[in-house]
């Protein structure tokens, strides 16, 4: 028994920890996240100035992937808080999708046909500087189980909705009782179909997808697909690639998106690069998404010319099924808007 405690003991955090210890442990102050990464003094007061404005989150599996001291790299640049988030131009917003508009139950947002988005969780295992989410109002839309019971009654009353996507905030922030619970409730939904899960957290902690989601995840007879949420090939390492294999293997299709973000992918041998490696991982490329226009983040804005010319670049390097769909999403549109 002793000797049992004292290897225990011995066995490094990263190993033992579960996916909500190291959610914990994250770094949650500027001073860390410079000093971890070896960054000069020069970028604290930037850091400090953003962190007041929103949060820092980075936990340790995805500081990781970082290169310590550089302070161009392309995952610290979505988690860096700059100077530039003070900045408010006129035509940056705090709700850019207009989303407090769409809410017809406690949590649930209805703007496109056939499927609503429900928030599981105001949570998030990572806070990117780029969120159109920056400024939601997360504290009135995490619903009790009590409260889940409007979003549910709406969804059975209304049977040309067949996909339910379970969004946040990260829903997989929730933990597994209550997502178990609440895919449960779905599923007795007659006209549901599909489980669509827009989730950062098997990319930001790996750990995530163990048992007990797996559990609930591999059980449902919904249709499932989870859309991933990854900016740059660096941020799949052989823990995302074993992560990934763990969910197609409950049965998921893996989907991706990714933000169009200036200082990150912007650049069409990254975006090329950033397929081949998604398509390595068994996802395929979804959307590329053009900056929300939410206040604070206007530094990472590619202007729309731009960006078109950057993805008709991309198509003599990709195959077609490679290629994301480079979408806008404008308020009161019933879809996402090609460019
Ligand atoms: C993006 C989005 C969806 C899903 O749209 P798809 O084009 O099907 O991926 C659904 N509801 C809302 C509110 C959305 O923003
Ligand atoms: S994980 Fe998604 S919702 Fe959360 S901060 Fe990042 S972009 Fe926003």
């Known amino acids: ?83 530039d988030e003070a900045l408010t131009p006129h035509n940056y917003v705090t709700d850019p999708l207009e989303e407090a508009d769409h809410q017809p139950a406690k949590g649930l947002i209805q703007k496109y046909a056939g499927r609503v988005l429900l928030i599981a969780s105001p949570n998030c295992a990572i806070n990117c500087r780029y969120c159109f989410r920056r400024h939601f109002p997360y504290g009135d839309n995490s619903p009790s189980k009590a409260q889940w019971q409007e979003a549910l009654d709406y969804l059975r009353a209304d049977t ?57 995840l591999a059980s449902t007879h919904l249709q499932k697909v989870v859309v991933l949420h990854i900016n740059h090939a660096n941020e799949i390492d052989q823990a995302v690639i074993d992560a990934c294999s763990r969910l197609k293997q ?21 975006l090329a690069v950033l397929s081949e490696r998604l398509f390595e991982a068994d996802i395929l490329p979804y959307y590329l ?13 590619v202007p729309d010319k731009e960006a078109r010319e950057l993805v008709t670049e991309l198509r003599d390097h990709l195959p077609g099924f490679l290629m994301p769909q480079l979408v806008r999403e404008i308020p009161g549109k019933g879809s996402k808007t090609p460019l």
């Not at 410079?34 to 007041?52: I, N, V």
């Not at 409950?250 to 990254?270: F, I």
């Not at 053009?290 to 804005?301: E, K, Y």
């Open 1 to 83: 028994m002793q000797e049992n405690i004292i290897i225990a003991d011995k066995r490094p955090t990263t190993q033992t920890a579960s996916w909500q210890r190291q959610l914990s442990q994250a770094i949650r102050d500027p001073a860390t996240l410079c000093q971890r990464l070896s960054l000069s003094d020069e970028w604290l007061p930037g850091a400090q100035t953003g962190h007041q404005l929103f949060d820092i989150c980075v936990p340790d599996a995805y500081l990781s992937r970082i290169t310590p001291g550089d302070p161009d790299d392309p995952l610290l640049r979505q988690v860096l808080p700059l100077d």
């Open 160 to 216: 040309s909705i067949h996909e339910a996507i379970l969004s946040g905030g990260d829903p997989l922030a929730a933990n597994d009782r209550q997502l178990a619970w609440l895919v449960e409730q779905l599923e007795s939904i007659p006209h549901l179909k599909r489980l669509r899960i827009h989730t950062r957290l098997p990319v930001v902690i790996p750990d995530r997808v163990d048992d007990a989601l797996l559990g609930w």
């Open 250 to 270: 409950a049965g998921t299709t893996l989907l991706n998106q990714s933000v169009l973000l200036r200082g990150v992918n912007d650049d069409v041998a990254t």
């Open 289 to 301: 998404h053009v900056l929300d226009p939410v206040q604070g983040a206007a530094h990472f804005d």
